[in-house]
């Protein structure tokens, strides 16, 4: 176990080039899964999110190049194993994407429940709904997803209850291997989803739709692997824009889209911040205290619930008081416990959050509990007075590639140490 030592009180300056998005990547890697051949992909980041994915590939029967500079190939053989085990699976959330594709090609599927951050609950009750509608036989048993499908899925249509992301995405990618259309509707449509869809296309895939909340799709469809580059990570991004907004520096996001950070953006510039945008790239600059904003979480094209703890760590040190409204996790608010030893004013109540802007923020040690819990934390604490100690990397680890590197480039003080304090 390791964590960070911060010394605070420098601002972040500089520029950062940002990799592939996690959350599109890991999902890329299961869309792989459909075709037989070679896929390679670029712009992968190296976190340990895309090496546990690569280790459950690899369990699946495909092997898996890592080429250096981003570029990963993975083989798939014509015949992959249908069963995902718990010990690979439990370590990330992205591995029930694997889910759909299986059932699409083997005609069945076992894959242990997922694991992922501790955020709160996570059902996964539309990814079951949806393939059954698709024709599979699927149900939960003692911690599996068990589908089968003898005679192959088919086209429907299918209301998803609310814009789920990963029920989206497994729905899509059976899709593709379907007999006729299927429809899926209120589906959700981040970058994430719209880069995924854009790469099935290539594969050959017919998707109308792609970047709307109803997509169509017309299959099966005779799927080619293909090489493709993974859409910049606008958590990454939208995490360095807010700390220099937090440490009232200037930082330039480069391979960034400014357009897949629409209401981040403009949230920082009500905040106070100058926001400068290029095609891919772009500078977040705060001269002076930030004021206090509001935000809501919400699916694409709202507020992304992956920033909104930066958010709070932003508001712990605007002037005046803030609103945040958490609607996508329950548990999402856990780090503000965390928080408040840095000494930031926040009470929570339900799944909003107020919190009193304070001049200063005191440093101390704290525990990361998840991702994005782990990166408000350390915003926090580059502006925090004196040392704060930020436990449970392993967590950014997840998601943040080369992440003291980053923060040292930009001139942060910051070291990683073993962690003598960790439990278990
Ligand atoms: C690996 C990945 O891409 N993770 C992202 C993905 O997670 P993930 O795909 O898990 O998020 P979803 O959009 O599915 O979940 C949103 C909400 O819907 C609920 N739900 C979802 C499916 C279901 O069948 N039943 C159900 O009740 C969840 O419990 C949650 O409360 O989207 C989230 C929302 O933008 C992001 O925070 C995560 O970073
Ligand atoms: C919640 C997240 O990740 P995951 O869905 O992989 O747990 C995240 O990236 O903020």
Redesign the pocket.
């Known amino acids: 176990m390791e964590r960070l030592r911060i010394q605070g009180g420098n601002r972040l300056t500089g520029e950062v080039s940002v990799a592939g998005a996690k959350?599109s990547v890991?999902k890329l890697m299961a869309a792989a899964l459909l075709a037989q051949g070679r896929t390679v992909l670029y712009d992968v980041p190296d976190i340990l999110d895309v090496r546990f994915m690569g280790d459950l590939l690899e369990r699946l029967g495909c092997s898996l190049t890592p080429e250096g500079g981003g570029k990963l190939t993975i083989d798939v053989p014509e015949t992959i194993h249908h069963e995902a085990d718990y010990d690979l699976v439990r370590r990330l959330?992205?591995s029930i994407t694997v889910l759909g594709p299986l059932l699409a090609r083997c005609h069945r599927a076992k894959v242990a429940l997922p694991g992922g951050d501790s955020i709160g609950?996570?059902?996964?009750?539309?990814?079951v709904t949806g393939l059954a509608q698709m024709g599979a036989e699927i149900g939960i048993e003692h911690g599996f997803v068990v589908a089968e499908a003898p005679y192959g899925l088919h086209g429907t249509t299918i209301l998803l209850d609310?814009p789920?992301?990963?029920?989206t995405e497994n729905l899509l990618l059976a899709a593709t291997l379907a007999r006729g259309t299927t429809l899926i509707d209120n589906a959700?449509r981040?970058p994430?989803i719209v880069d995924i869809a854009e790469m099935l296309t290539r594969m050959g895939a017919k998707i109308g739709g792609i970047g709307t909340s109803t997509l169509e799709i017309e299959g099966p469809a005779d799927l080619q692997s293909v090489e493709h580059r993974v859409v910049p990570d606008r958590m990454v991004a939208g995490t360095w824009a807010i700390g220099a907004a937090v440490t009232g520096g200037a930082v330039t996001l480069r391979n960034a889209r400014a357009d897949h950070l629409d209401v981040v953006l403009d949230k920082l510039a009500r905040a106070g911040a100058s926001v400068e945008a290029g095609p891919d790239h772009f500078t977040v600059r705060m001269d002076g205290r930030p004021q206090a904003v509001n935000i809501v979480t919400l699916?694409y094209p709202g507020f992304?619930?992956?920033l909104q703890a930066m958010m709070v760590a932003l508001a712990a040190v605007s002037e005046g008081t803030s609103m945040v409204t958490e609607n996508?996790?329950d548990g999402r608010f856990r780090f503000v416990q965390e928080l408040a030893r840095l000494g930031a004013d926040v009470r929570t109540d339900g799944h909003h959050a107020v919190i009193r802007g304070r001049r200063m923020l005191s440093g101390a040690p704290v525990e990361a509990t998840d991702i994005r819990a782990g990166a408000g934390l350390l915003l926090a604490g580059l502006v925090a007075d004196g040392e704060t100690l930020v436990s449970g990397v392993h967590h950014l680890d997840r998601g943040y590639p080369n992440l003291v590197g980053v923060l040292q480039g930009l001139g942060a003080q910051v070291l990683r140490e073993p962690d003598d304090m960790a439990v278990g």
């Open positions: 959350n890991l959330r992205a609950s996570r059902g996964l009750g539309m990814h609310f789920s992301v990963g029920a959700a981040e994430e699916p992304p619930t992956d996508l996790f």
